[in-house]
Structure formats: C-alpha cells, structure tokens
C-alpha cells in the first residue's frame, strides 16, 4: 500500500484549484527516491523540524533580550504561532495545509541572536567586506548550505520571500507572509502589555475599532477576514479596512516598542557583542568549528572567511553568544 499516492489523489479531489499540489511540486535540485508515506511537502517539513537551526530557535531573541520572564515569546514560539495561523487559514481556503506549515517552520531559521538588533550588527559587519545579511537570505542559506535538506522549490520559495517586496510564488507561501505580520504584531502587544512598556488603553482607538480589544478577538478578526477575503480566488489578501487598522497598529508598535522602548535598552551592547565575535572569527578562523574550517578550505571565494564568520555567528543563541563572547573576552576569576 503507497500511502503517499492516496494522498496526492485526496489533494486532487479535495484541494482548491489555486492550491499547490504535493503530486505537481517543481521538485528538488537532487532527484530523491519518492516516500511510500509521506507527499513530498510533508518530508520537507519533518526535515525543518529535524534540523538543528529548528531546534536553536528556542534560546533567540524575538523582541526582548534574555527576558527573565517565562512568559515572552521566543524565536521558536514565534515560528510556530506564525504555522498555527497559517494553517489555520490555508486549511480554510482549501489550500495545502502541508507546504504552508512547512514554510512557516523554515521561514526563521537564519535569524540571529539578538533579534533584529542582531541581524542589524552582522549586516553593518558584512558590508565592511562589500556583503550584506538579511535573515530571510540566510533562512535559505541553512536549509541549503550549512545544513543540506534539499528541500522543494516551492518550500525554499517561500522561506526566501516571506519578507520584502517579492511575494512567494504560491499562494501557500503568500499565506505565511501575512500570517508572520499577524503573528508579531499580536504576540509583541501581549508582551509589551506584559512588560508594563504599554498600556491596553494606549492602543490606537481606530485600530481597536476595527480590530478588537483583546489578544484572541485580534488574531481572530485577521484571519476571519483573510479567509473571507481570499476565498475561491488566485490571490491572498485582506479587505482594506482591516489591511489599514493592522499597519496602524504595526506602525505604533514601531512608535512604541521596537524603537527606543525599555525593551530595546540592551541592544547597542548586544550589537557590539556580535559584531566582536564576527570580527575575532574573521580573524582567527582557526577557531571555528571543524566542519566549517573544512568548507572554508572549499571555498576559494573573495570573503568567504567573512561569509562564513556570519554563519557561525548568526546561528548561536543568545546564551550560546553571551557565553562564547566571554569566554574570549572577559578574563577568568583567579582560584588559589
């Protein structure tokens, strides 16, 4: 029994004609033998969900710098309410709920620790060298170089432009986009109102109006909406009332939070802690990790050393970085 074929002709006969089918993928750079269980998306996911990049999201920055608290969203937290909503949506449009959630789950895997602060001080160091790092390139760059998945088009697709001006080319991948926006504003309001850095009767009046006063009503105008508005059409979207209510409140988020907030105190000496560890490797690459000194000695490549740097820097968790940072720089106690 091919448990994966019957699977495929459910996707015929139960998908949306705008959705992407597993049976119809573009494929992978390296022909594979097929799963007798799993569609091809499917494997895609469970290799992301495998991987260790998956796995070091947990201990990175999503807002708040090395929160003491239990409660503030993570990087990883953050990844899977973005694939719980999408889900949630693509199930509803009828699309492939499988490529979406695999998607979701890879859309982060290049961030950095620290945040946006992070990626922020390795793009400032890499243009020293004429480079440049956004973490939805790097996103790519894991599931590709550092750790080879050989992941389908539509799945590296959709890690790649769930961010920026260009938009995935399935609607599955479009979906994420959105979804990634739902997720944050949201989240990053439940944590700012947790920190004290806001208050509920400090949110926009107009957004409110439109949107709803509590966190569950939020999401659940957003997603309602994206549904009603994108059903049985070649397009994702949301009316725009609502499109409008969710950049206001994006834009006080900005105002308020992401820029020049208590939650954003530690970010200079987090910047300076990456961009130290970025430049010691740079030039001692000696001490780098076996296995990458191995694809260094590959690559013959102008910076490949700075390149390479990146990676080992981008992909350590905060504590990971704190840890290494002083290790290097902070000299030990003396013991008698």
């Known amino acids: ?79 899977l309410e973005v694939a719980q909503i999408a889900r949630t949506i693509a199930k509803a449009l009828r699309l492939n709920e499988d490529l979406t959630e695999a998607i979701a789950l890879g859309h982060d895997l290049g961030h950095t620790p620290f945040g946006h602060a992070g990626e922020e001080a390795l793009d400032e160091a890499l243009g020293e060298f004429g480079l440049s790092f956004k973490h939805n390139e790097q996103s790519l760059r894991v599931v590709e170089v550092l750790e080879p998945m050989n992941l389908t088009c539509e ?67 957003m997603v309602t909406d994206m549904i009603s508005s994108s059903w049985e059409i070649s397009e994702i979207r949301m009316s725009p009332e609502v499109w409008e209510a969710m950049d206001r409140l994006r834009d006080y988020l900005f105002s308020m939070v992401y ?9 200079l000496k987090a910047k300076k802690v990456l961009q130290k560890l970025f430049a010691y490797y740079v030039e001692n690459s000696e001490s780098l990790p076996r296995y990458l000194q191995e694809y260094l000695q590959e690559k013959h490549t102008e910076n490949a050393c700075a390149r390479i740097s990146c990676d080992y820097v981008a992909g350590m968790t905060d504590g990971y970085a704190l840890y290494t940072y002083k290790k290097l720089f902070l000299p030990n106690p003396w013991l008698d």
């Open 1 to 79: 029994m091919n448990i994966r074929l019957r699977i495929e002709e459910m996707e015929k006969r139960q998908l949306s004609q705008y959705a992407a089918l597993s049976s119809a993928s573009r494929g992978r750079e390296v022909c594979e033998e097929l799963c007798p269980v799993r569609t091809d998306f499917q494997r895609d996911r469970d290799r992301i969900i495998h991987s260790k990049g998956f796995r070091r999201l947990k201990q990175k920055t999503q807002v708040f710098i090395s929160p003491t608290g239990d409660h503030y969203r993570t990087r990883l937290t953050h990844t």
């Open 155 to 221: 799945v590296r697709d959709g890690i790649l432009n769930h961010t920026g001006k260009k938009d995935p080319v399935t609607l599955e991948g479009r979906i994420v986009k959105i979804a990634d926006r739902i997720a944050y504003i949201n989240h990053d309001i439940d944590d700012a109102l947790r920190s004290g850095i806001i208050k509920e009767e400090d949110l926009p009046a107009e957004c409110i109006a439109v949107l709803g006063t509590r966190h569950s009503e939020r999401i659940n105008t």
């Open 259 to 267: 820029i020049g907030s208590d939650a954003k105190t530690e970010e």
